[in-house]
Every structure is written in C-alpha cells, then in structure tokens.
C-alpha cells in the first residue's frame, strides 16, 4: 500500500507520461502485477490507457488484457497492431471472446474471428450459439474429465499428465465425471480424490445426485444459486444431459458484481457504466444518465398538469404550496424504500412473483404505520406552528401518501418481473411520476374538504 | 421445480399447520434438502419456524441451522430445548458463534458460551477479541497445515489422515505452509500438490509472494480483494505474520452478498433486514423504516422554511408553484445519480478520496451538460406553452440545478467515506435536503431577477 500522502503510483505514472519521460513509466510498469495494472487502467482516460498498454511486457499485456471490461478491451484494439490483437484475442477463453465480439463493430467481429485457428473458431461459435445473458455465455471450459471406472490414483495422474495450462489447473477443485457420449454422471472434489484411498473408484467416490444447470439458464439465477448453496462449481449441460462447460464459483462472483453494478446504476437512475469510473469521459457519463433524466422529467410533468388543474385552489391559500416538496418528497422516499426492499428480496429469490398480494398486503400495512407515525407528527406541528385546520389536512395527506407509495412501490418491481423488464430500472420512474401526482391529488381534494376551498 | 400453477412446498407446509397435519408436514419435509428447508423458513413468521423447526430430523436441523441469519437463529434459540440449542451452537464454526453472540441477548450469549468446552470457548473467544466488520470475525478455521519439508505425496498423505469431517475437507483449495511458530511462508494450491510428482518438496512447490491479509483488516475490502485478484482462498494472519485463520472466496461472497443487501437498503433508505423479507413481521419492516423516514422528512421541513421566504413571490406568480415538484424532482435524480455512480465507484476501488477533486470537476462538466440539454427543452416548452420570461426561467433554473446537483451528490459519498460514514446511509438525505432547498433558492432569485418580482 502506498504511504498516505504520496501519490500512488498510477499519478506517477500519468505524470512520467505528461512529461514524456517513456523510460520511467516503463520501469514503474515493470514492476507491478497485472492486477496493479488493470487498475491503473482503470483510472486512465482513453489516450493513456493506448499508451501505457504498449509499454507492457508481452505475458504481462495477454493477461492484463484478458481481465478488462468487454468495453476496455474494444477501445484498445483500435489502437493495437493487428498481430497483437491476434495474440491478446486467442488468449482469452471462448467465453471471454464472445462478449468481445458483443462488443464491438461488425467488420471489426468478423477480423477477430478471422484469426482464430478452426478449433478455436468452433469453441467461439459454440458461446456465440447461446442467448445473451445465459450460463453457456460466461461458463469455462471442460478441463478435464473423470471416467467412473477410474481409481482415486489414476485420476490424479492424468490431473499430473494433462496439459492444462497452471494458470487454469488453479481453478479446478470439483471433477466431472462423464460416461458415455460426454454424459455428465457426477461430480468428485479434489480434495475428496487427493485423500481418498489410492485404490478407491471414482464412480464410489462421486456424488452422482449433483447439481447441475442448464447452458440455456439465466446466467444471474445460476450465480445466485452456486452462491447461496455454497457450491466451488457447477456443471454445464445441454438438452441432452452431456457436458459441455463448468461454472465455478469465480465465474459466479463476477456474474453477480456485474449484476450489482448494474443494478446501482439502474436504481440510482442511470445506464451502468462499462468499465471504471475514473476511465469513462464526461460525454459518456452524459450519455449514460441523459435518457433516464429526460424520462423522469417527463414523467414530473405530470405534476405540473396536476397542479395547473388545483391552481385556483392554490390561489387561494398559497400556504399549501409550501408543503408541496415535504409531501411529495415524503411520498417518494417511503415508495422507494418499498420498492427497494422488495426489489431485493426478489433478487435474492425471498419473493416470487405469485407473492405480490401477500407482499402489498404487508406494504398497505407497514405504509399505514408510517403515514400514522408522520401523519401525528405532521398534524401537532403544523397546527401548532400555523393554525389545527392546516394540521389535520398536512397530518392526514401524510397518513395517505404514505400508504399509497407503500403499496405502488412494492407492486412495481413485482410488476417489472413479470413483464420481464429490470425491476430496478422499471420501479424509479413510475414511483416518482405516479406518487407524486397520485399524492399531489389527494392532497389538495383534502384540503378542499378540510378547509372548505 | 414446482410446475406452474401448484403452490410452492412452503405453501403446501403452511396449508399442513393450518390443519394441524403435522404427519404431513414432517413428511414433507424430510423429502427436502436442507437448502430448501432454509428457503422454506425463509418464508414463515418466526411462530411457523418454531414448529417446522421442531419437525426435523437431528443433522438436518443441525445444518438448516449453521446456514441462517443470525436473527434467525436467536428467535429460533428462543423456542428450542437446551440441550438441542447446545448441539446447534456446538456445531456452528467459531466465526458463526461469534456472530450468533453478537445478535443475542446477554444472559443468553453467556448461557450458549457456558455450554461449550474450553476448547471451544477460547476459539469463540479468540474470534470475539477481533473487532466487529474484521476479518477475524468471518475468517474460518485453519484446518490442515503443511510443512516446508514434507513431500507433495506425504502431504496429501496427512491429508488423507487427517480428521477434518468431510464438509470442511470440501472448502480446501489452497493449503498454508507454516514455518517456526506458526509464521506463514507461503500456500500451496490442492491440484499443484496433486499434479506434482509424488516426491516434489512442497517448498518448491508453493507460492512464497503470497496475498494474505491481517485479521484485523475490514472484511468488506478483503472480501472485494479476494474477488478481484481472483483468489480462492487468503491466509489471514496476526500482527507476528502468524497464520490465524482461512477466508475463503466462498466467505468472500457471503460477506459481499451482505454489504450488497445493506447497502441496496440503505440507498433505498431504509435499515437492512437481517432476514428473508416474507419471515419479517410487520411491526420490524416498519422499525426498519422508520427512522429514516424521518430522518428525511425533517430534513424537508428546510424546503418549508425556503418557500416561507418566498412566499410573496409565490403570491405574486402563483404560476411559479406548478414548477417547483418537476425542478426539484429533477434536481433530486441529478443528485442521486451522481452519488450511486461515485458510490459504486468507491466500494469497487475505482475512485479513492483523494480523487475527491478531479471526481468533482467531472461531476460539474457533466451537471452543466445535462442541465445545458434539459434546460433548453424546459426553456422552449414553457415558454411556448406559457410565456418567453417563464420558459427563461425554468431553462436556467434546470441549468444550474443540475450543475448543482451533480457537484453535491458527487461530493457526498466521498465526505461520507473521509468521516467513516456509510456514503449510502449518507448521501440520500444530505441530497434531498441541500439540493433541494438550494435549488428552491435558486429558482426564486432567477425568477425575482428575470420576471422583476
């Protein structure tokens, strides 16, 4: 870790660069791990990022490479020779070259494509045959497969003799065990095989009620599940029962950060960002918030309308307009704090969707307590500071507001699943459009009859 | 899985108790794995998860029981024989113990660590002397350990001895080499010592630049090291680089599938639950809300006091009001999006506080762009649906609100992280609270200089 106060060393770099001085960037990059680099990446504007990454050692630039962000990896190959991206491209796994190939332009896929042997081409096509957002996406390949007729010793030996590269042979703990035609039977851990007896069967040692999950499935679901049911891996297999990938718990970590990163986005009302924040330009910040901005203010419109119809009533008593934001605002944090908790638990998989009445039955009562406990606190304050008629109309829009966002909030996510949008994308905008104009309308038909206006 | 349309095991166990059938329900339940049983309780009011509980067989219930909240377990403790809670606490790991001690009572934590042995109790008590959110606290036991001398096949040997129950020896990936004293060397990875030729010394074997981490280290930061490095599993070690414990990346995707939860909450603005949303009750949902609401709520009462101020100006162009939920609202998501973007950004590692500055000046080139955008289409819209001065108005009040609101909401995770605040719990209100009376300021002194009120 760097010593507070001194500049770390991706500002050391910036500043090699600034002044020209390649030598002492090269050095620093020299020294650092691969790792440290794709941070520094990750903190550097387009222009450097080129830059830097030629400076690289060649070993240390495939693996760099292969730990960016789909996005990174599709700005620097516009700016590498065409033997390098050849290079970096074959290197990575056939899960990785598919969501580059997402990624970028059409001519620019097709030249990648090109400079696969037919072998990998193949692997290539395979990912690419699965839908977006599935498990075959972003599963690894099969490294090494178990016969069931072989012994705990000689499993260990074609372990020794296989040719798996070390850097892969790290994430094998859990063995599949196939019979014929590639058909996945069970699964054994290495840690079961490395302290079993030498003479022991694989197919004694197997657990053959094993989990498994389809290429097919949804990649997040199967994320979670590996996550939840505390698996290292999970086998891959197609229609016909036969294995064609593994999902370790590695793979599933990074699903899941994803899902999260985009899930922050979304609820805090923008596009997720594709790579770190510190390497994305100002004018993709923008364009990542700008059309989420433009739907909600459209949405808020609504209270202008709302309001336009009521303007008469606030003519008359401009004292109402002074609560406006407190109660509309009121009204947005309790339906967010519903949407988000419920938004959660289905992410989780703690609600389905066949729970939604059994979910708004508890919102409808948990808004009702909240809108009571403001609503009092509402009424005494506001009748004693301006006069008891305005506390009863503040204390009892409160005590409605707060029910109503209570119930929306926590129908919408349900409502999103259902109709198969992100429940975090779907629930902010209807939230603050519908509340909001629901709560300015009972606010006023209130004090319409409170006050007599 | 259930077909569609047929309710759920859970429904169909809850329809047993109604009916007091509890052979069916018993039946039921001893068809199901301990994950579904989890998911089961996960779903029921603590009274349902007293009975159910009760239902099952000893391991089962023994395993159900390491697996849930520690909310969980204390209600279910409550409910439980004393004998039968002390089998539960015995077989929980260390760490899991600590946690269950912080979530009860104290009468009960002393009566649940009276019934362990002095063994137990010191490696209880070891865990507990960690302090709170420290890795020591989550780390699990160092359960086998490796020599410098030994040979790869002497080491799977021990392996093969050793009497670790076979739940644990699955967790075993990557194995410690300890020297004099317990001093941590290095790790050796299982399918290295697998692969390698049976008489390889496990010295040249392991990895002596190893990544390990020192338990009094926040769990949060090694939790995202863990995913981000890639890494199965980080020795964990005390101030002497004693070798202390184990985190695994299966303890790093708990730890971070917690933070998720948490801070998914807090953003939403409310406290997190510490259980599956369907098995909370009312009466706790509305605990978990309520301070934030209110929280909130006083923070609007500012808004109140800013249109007092104006409130002539008000009277004056009552037409003023019909703007004010559309101009903060969109200062509100400015803000948000802001904050959920540098939010992200800090838990990632992505920006550090010292980036506090160049995040700011992004922040407002990216707040004038968006405001520069919709400040010209409110400035075009009102004015021609109302008049030119109002449209002036409305398109520089968007302007600047953006502007504002962007700068604010990205400083606000960042002096949240400076303080050792939670910059989700703090960035929601300050938000609602400064961008909005500030941007009502705003509005009535553009409003005042251009309409000459």
Chains 1, 2 share one sequence.
């Not at 002492?24 to 990446?41: C, F, G, N, Y």
């Not at 035609?181 to 302290?195: I, K, N, P």
């Not at 508890?362 to 009424?379: K, N, P, Q, S, Y």
Request: hydrophobic content about 45%.
């Amino acid at each position: 870790m760097t010593p507070k106060g001194q500049p770390g060393p991706e500002t050391q770099i910036s500043g090699d660069l600034r002044r020209g001085d390649v030598e002492a960037a090269t050095d620093r990059l020299r020294r650092m791990s691969p790792a440290q680099v794709r941070r520094v990446l990750g903190r550097s504007g387009a222009g450097d990022v080129a830059v830097i990454f030629r400076l690289l050692e060649k070993n240390v630039a495939v693996a760099v490479f292969a730990s960016l962000e789909p996005r990174q990896q599709s700005q620097l190959i516009t700016a590498l020779q065409d033997e390098d991206v050849q290079v970096m491209f074959a290197h990575l796994q056939a899960s990785g070259q598919a969501r580059l190939l997402d990624e970028v332009p059409a001519e620019v896929a097709q030249r990648l494509l090109g400079t696969l042997n037919s072998g990998q081409r193949e692997d290539a096509g395979r990912v690419l045959g699965y839908p977006h957002g599935s498990v075959g996406r972003r599963m690894g390949p099969v490294l090494i497969e178990l016969r069931p007729g072989m012994t705990a010793g000689e499993a260990l030996q074609s372990l020794r003799e296989s040719d798996v590269p070390e850097q892969r042979l790290r994430r094998l703990v859990s063995l599949p065990v196939v019979g014929r035609a590639h058909r996945l039977l069970g699964m054994v851990e290495l840690t079961v095989l490395a302290s079993a007896p030498e003479h022991a069967r694989v197919a004694d040692l197997m657990t053959t009620d094993v989990d498994s999950v389809a290429a097919t499935e949804d990649d997040e679901t199967a994320a979670r599940r590996l996550a939840a049911e505390d698996l290292l891996a999970l086998p891959v297999i197609d229609v016909a029962s036969r294995l064609v990938g593994v999902l370790t718990l590695a793979d599933a970590s990074r699903i899941l950060a994803e899902e999260e990163t985009e899930d922050a986005a979304r609820s805090g009302g923008s596009e997720p960002l594709a790579q770190p924040y510190l390497s994305t330009s100002v004018g993709r910040l923008v364009r990542s918030r700008m059309v989420w901005l433009l739907v909600l203010a459209v949405g808020a419109t609504l209270t202008v309308q709302v309001l336009e119809v009521f303007e008469s009533t606030l003519e008359e008593m401009v004292v109402l307009s002074v609560f406006v934001p407190l109660l509309i605002g009121t009204g947005g944090n309790t339906g967010n704090q519903a949407a988000t908790t419920v938004t959660r638990a289905l992410a989780l998989g703690d609600v389905r969707s066949g729970d939604a009445l059994r979910v708004v039955r508890r919102e409808f009562a948990v808004g009702l307590g909240l809108g009571a406990m403001l609503g009092t606190i509402g009424l005494v304050v506001a009748g004693l500071v301006y006069a008891w008629p305005i506390g009863v109309v503040i204390g009892l829009t409160l005590l409605s507001i707060c029910t109503l966002a209570a119930s929306v909030g926590s129908l919408m996510p349900i409502i999103a699943r259902q109709i198969g949008v992100d429940p975090a994308v779907f629930s902010n905008p209807f939230i603050s459009t519908v509340v909001d104009a629901l709560g300015l309308i009972v606010y006023f038909l209130i004090a319409q009859a409170v006050l007599g206006i």
